[in-house]
């Protein structure tokens, strides 16, 4: 299926990746793909649903424009959420010393694949 494919891309193509989910905003996932077993992408994806809604909601009482992308640096991982539309999200988990740039890249580069598979 082309969002394993999309998802095993971005995971091997930047270091420190533990795994990404392709998920809609009410916490259902479409695809995933795990490098650390001990990663729980889905239950990040979940957890995180909520925020990137209330982060959309502000910045659109705030005329920002619309919401790309949310980066959460914690102490154990990093957590990049890129929009693909308004329904579905990329979420991907990092090692704290992980490629983020390398992996902010590849997940941008795969948004345009991924528009046509929602359309």
Do not use: W
């Not at 095993?8 to 533990?18: F, N, P, R, W």
């Not at 919401?67 to 988990?93: D, H, K, M």
Request: with cysteine.
């Amino acid at each position: 299926m082309i969002f394993e494919d999309v998802l095993e891309e971005i995971c091997t193509g930047a270091t420190g990746v533990q795994g990404s989910v392709i998920m809609g905003m009410d916490g259902i996932p479409i695809g995933e793909h795990i490098v650390d077993p001990d990663c729980n992408i889905q239950t990040v994806g979940i957890e995180y649903a909520n925020a990137i809604k209330s982060i959309q909601n502000a910045s659109k009482s705030l005329n920002a424009g619309e919401v790309q992308e949310v980066i959460i640096n914690t102490t154990g991982s990093v957590f990049i959420l890129r929009l693909i539309n308004p329904e579905y999200f990329i979420a991907l988990a990092l090692d704290p010393d992980g490629n983020y740039g390398k992996a902010r890249y590849l997940m941008r580069l795969a948004i345009p694949g991924l528009v046509g598979e929602f359309d």
